[in-house]
């Protein structure tokens, strides 16, 4: 059963444009179903930007495809749940509605660029499509538009690159057109699932500008979805650190950074490097968190992470600990939250 849980903005100001509340998501498997998201829910309020971190298999990528309605059909399916944008159920939408939603109400950066973008379309056709059917406009126009935003993420010459096809381009690059697709028709909420990954550091910081570009222009929402903690650093607002498909921590950046409240989060944060020493404390190497994410269908009792954490005891490992608010405005699923302040 999932565990009940509320969101860190429950009681914060502003109009929430996006509000997921205890989304379950299942995979139809030979062994069964699995379910990789169980019970999330958030809060995004305009203008805001919320990343979401945690290891690969921790429900993050899965729970932006709920959101968009572009679950593989169909082994994924929403098993409950509601996800409500500007008032409107997604989960209950129509599929006709639902694509007039797409690019211009909610727009996404995926994170494989090359099994997103269509290798018998160029690029030029595949960046106009969506500019012509949100804004209306003309060939020539959205031309116009597509080469403007192609400038704006550092495509060299775009008025002839438009005409060349996904495998002309390098890896980079290609990932420099998902995001000026995302965001070309100014989404007001735009889901960027690891949008830098394949970008080098000059570029990766020109487009962490361009989304609070976007964000300042238009008020658009962000989710910014990564593994860096570095950029959760300077571009997020909230947090939240999900493992195996539960959210087991949410709150302020400045808050869950300085005053961690779960095992999983101190271990992420413990294990980034610091400028001057070769670990993060002097040590000769780096903090790790020991094991790996289990199966989804090898979870084992009680708490998810107490097989890898430190501060595991008989309670955790029997009973799973709620999801619950350890300082205001700050929540974790942790039976020792307590215990952790100074760990770091």
Not at 3 to 30: D, I, P
Not at 102 to 112: D, I, N, P, W, Y
Not at 170 to 189: E, Y
């Amino acid at each position: 059963m999932a565990e009940t849980e509320r969101t860190a903005s429950a009681t914060a100001t502003g109009e929430t444009v996006l509000s997921v509340q205890n989304l379950s998501t299942e995979f139809r498997s030979r062994k069964g179903s699995v379910r990789a998201v169980d019970g999330m829910s958030l809060d995004l309020r305009k203008g805001e930007i919320l990343s979401i971190v945690g290891e690969s298999g921790s429900g993050k990528s899965v729970t932006s495809l709920s959101i968009m309605g572009l679950l593989p059909y169909p082994a994924g399916h929403i098993a409950g749940g509601r996800i409500l944008f500007e008032g409107r159920d997604l989960v209950t939408l129509p599929d006709r509605e639902m694509r007039k939603l797409r690019g211009a109400g909610l727009s996404m950066v995926f994170q494989e660029p090359l099994t997103s973008l269509n290798p018998v379309l160029s690029i030029g056709r595949q960046m106009t499509e969506g500019i012509m059917q949100h804004l209306g406009v003309g060939k020539a126009e959205a031309e116009k538009r597509a080469i403007k935003m192609m400038r704006r993420v550092s495509i060299p010459a775009p008025e002839a690159r438009l005409k060349d096809y996904p495998h002309q381009y390098s890896g980079g690059m290609l990932q420099r057109i998902m995001i000026a697709i995302a965001m070309s028709c100014d989404p007001r909420v735009l889901i960027a699932d690891e949008p830098t990954t394949a970008l080098d550091v000059t570029i990766q910081a020109q487009i962490l500008e361009l989304m609070r570009e976007l964000r300042d222009r238009t008020g658009a929402s962000i989710v910014l979805i990564t593994h860096d903690m570095g950029v959760v650093a300077e571009m997020a607002d909230r947090v939240i650190v999900m493992y195996c498909g539960r959210k087991v921590e949410e709150g302020r950046v400045e808050k869950v950074f300085a005053k961690p409240k779960h095992p999983y989060t101190l271990g992420l944060l413990g294990s980034l490097p610091v400028l001057g020493h070769a670990g993060p404390v002097g040590d000769a190497e780096l903090a790790e968190i020991p094991g790996v994410v289990p199966a989804l269908d090898a979870l084992p009792p009680g708490c998810r992470f107490s097989d890898r954490c430190r501060f595991a005891t008989d309670r955790c490992r029997a009973e799973g600990p709620p999801f619950e608010e350890a300082e205001p405005g700050h929540f974790s699923a942790c039976w020792h939250w307590d215990e952790l302040e100074g760990r770091i």
